[in-house]
């Protein structure tokens, strides 16, 4: 089950898009002759989510995430409702613990959002779901939707009103506010090289996925030849990679630099490896939602660049979660929150909950009524506030009160 930083970015190991040595476009491009077209879409916990139809099926949620190399549909239902008969069975890895696990590669299928259309457009199907990005999300998650929706579009993505719009290419007059960020495309992924500054004072030039499939702020990768500076800093899982729970520490840097703007004491995760050198561009780590839905993106593959624009709450600190609780939606309507882990010497560990423990309410409220995104607000709140849970355990109901504690 996923943390609280999901790792969507799928570091895939494949690169070709035809297997047996074929090749073709794959993009997606707007219908008729507009110039543009606005799409709106939900960010649920750190995840931009979209609706679109495939084969004339849906419509299906989907994560839109610029570190995914090529489409994935990570609920295995979908390939029999889809009506895919040409089947060719491929290996994925990525990050994280255990073995490689097969998925299925599609030919072209017809994916459609209002007004935008796929162009010989395949995916890798899951044969399991590996992830339960549903349970995480709280709602049907299907798949997610990188490099083809961006390659061949102006794509910006609006956090004050939620939503997307793609442009054509050169369709769009940028405005001056936009500050411009050169980025390079490598393995289907845009990279963009920044300034961070520890807490040692110490800079260092880092070169970054923008990855707003990554639920946290920044991640930079293990560096045995130059280790990063790190001051206080508390194990954790990280999140989920392809094959597993992705382990390391989460620490804070003192400044990360983008352009002209600066944000101060970000919170960072450090995994303790890296398992996809062989494919993956080198790079320092990537750059997460965490920071990035601080602004007004703009990405133009075309010219290599990414606009961005301040919101106006970059001085919000960065919180991380205070329970020490990893928890899901589960049941039939995905209304039940079950703790999947308690982090050792957290607040939710002080006061003996446990995994597979159930929560039913949170101040008198049922979590029924509640979101996973109030829950995780509600749970990084304030250090020192106090929650009265109840909790179901071993087939009994029983109050607590958790009192948060920041512990990085």
């Not at 476009?25 to 989510?49: D, G, S, W, Y």
């Not at 004339?56 to 409702?81: C, H, Q, R």
């Not at 250090?383 to 009265?388: F, I, M, P, R, T």
Request: net charge neutral; hydrophobic share 35%.
């Amino acid at each position: 089950m996923p943390g609280r930083t999901i790792y969507c970015s799928f570091l895939l190991l494949m690169l070709i898009f035809g297997c047996g040595g074929r090749s073709y476009a794959q993009f997606f491009q707007l219908t008729e002759e507009r110039t543009h077209v606005k799409v709106p879409f939900k960010v649920v916990r750190n995840m931009v989510i979209i609706k679109l139809k495939i084969n004339n099926n849906g419509p299906y949620n989907f994560i839109l995430d610029t570190g995914v190399g090529f489409m994935v549909i990570t609920e295995p239902s979908l390939v029999d409702s889809l009506n895919i008969p040409d089947r060719r069975t491929l290996k994925l890895a990525g990050l994280g613990e255990g073995d490689d696990f097969d998925a299925y590669y599609t030919e072209p299928l017809n994916i459609e959002i209002p007004g935008i259309n796929s162009v010989g457009v395949s995916a890798a199907i899951f044969k399991k779901d590996h992830f339960g990005l549903s349970n995480y999300a709280g709602m049907p998650i299907h798949g997610l939707l990188g490099y083809e929706f961006f390659n061949r579009l102006v794509v910006k993505i609006n956090f004050n009103d939620s939503t997307l719009t793609a442009y054509r290419p050169g369709s769009l007059k940028i405005p001056r506010k936009y500050e411009a960020l050169p980025i390079t495309l490598e393995n289907n992924k845009p990279f963009l090289k920044t300034c961070v500054r520890f807490c040692d004072n110490s800079e260092r030039e880092c070169k970054l996925i923008v990855d707003i499939g990554a639920g946290h702020p920044l991640s930079l990768d293990e560096n045995n030849a130059n280790p990063w500076p790190t001051q206080k800093s508390i194990a954790a899982n990280l999140g989920m990679g392809l094959t597993g729970p992705i382990k390391g520490e989460i620490s804070r840097v003192r400044q990360l630099n983008l352009g002209k703007y600066s944000l101060t004491n970000v919170l960072s995760s450090f995994p303790e490896k890296r398992t996809d050198n062989s494919v993956s561009a080198e790079r320092d780590g990537n750059l997460g939602m965490d920071v990035l839905k601080r602004f007004i993106l703009i990405f133009d593959y075309s010219k290599g660049l990414l606009y961005v624009k301040s919101r106006g709450n970059l001085k919000e600190p960065f919180e991380r979660d205070m329970s020490g609780m990893e928890y899901y939606a589960g049941g039939d309507e995905l209304k039940r929150i079950v703790i999947s882990r308690v982090e050792p010497g957290s607040a939710g560990d002080d006061v003996g909950l446990l995994k597979d423990d159930e929560i039913t309410s949170v101040n008198f409220k049922p979590v029924a009524n509640m979101s996973l995104e109030e829950l995780d607000r509600l749970f990084r709140s304030g250090d020192g506030k106090g929650l009265l849970l109840e909790i179901y355990h071993e087939k009994k109901f029983t109050n607590v009160i958790l009192t948060l504690k920041r512990r990085i």
